[in-house]
Nanobody, 122 residues
Framework: QVQLVESGGGLVQPGGSLRLSCAAS????????MGWYRQAPGNQRDLVAV???????TYTDSAKDRFSISRDNAENTVYLQMNSLKPEDTAVYYC????????????????WGKGTLVTVSS
């Protein structure tokens, strides 16, 4: 089985920064794309950023100039550096990873962490 564990969430003032981390562990042969999503109360779970094994990245418009996603392929870990945080960034942030558990798996399966709460407030 595969587990994803997020860390780094918490309370921060507007304009502040946080760095989220997510490590995938368990029975893992390979990891394809990894990403971060967020969900605020009453809203959909929306993409924040995604990164491929080769380092190609995609960001939602509201995050592009303030956030930076990165990964450590050797450790199966993805990071989200969040700068210039705004109250509207307040949400539960979820990590995801597309994982093969064996060398002969035909497809990658998407796994999710349980989420970490980011609260931006003065």
């Amino acid at each position: 089985q595969v587990q994803l564990v997020e860390s780094g969430g918490g309370l921060v003032q507007p304009g502040g920064s946080l760095r989220l981390s997510c490590a995938a562990s368990g029975t893992i042969f390979s990891v394809n794309a990894m990403g971060w999503y967020r969900q605020a109360p009453g809203n959909q779970r929306d993409l924040v950023a995604v990164i491929t094994p080769g380092g190609s990245t995609t960001y939602t418009d509201s995050a592009k100039d303030r956030f930076s996603i990165s990964r450590d392929n050797a450790e199966n870990t993805v990071y989200l550096q969040m700068n210039s945080l705004k109250p509207e960034d307040t949400a539960v942030y979820y990590c995801n990873a597309d994982v093969k558990t064996t060398s002969y798996s035909r497809t990658y399966l998407r796994h999710w962490g349980k989420g970490t709460l980011v609260t931006v407030s003065s």
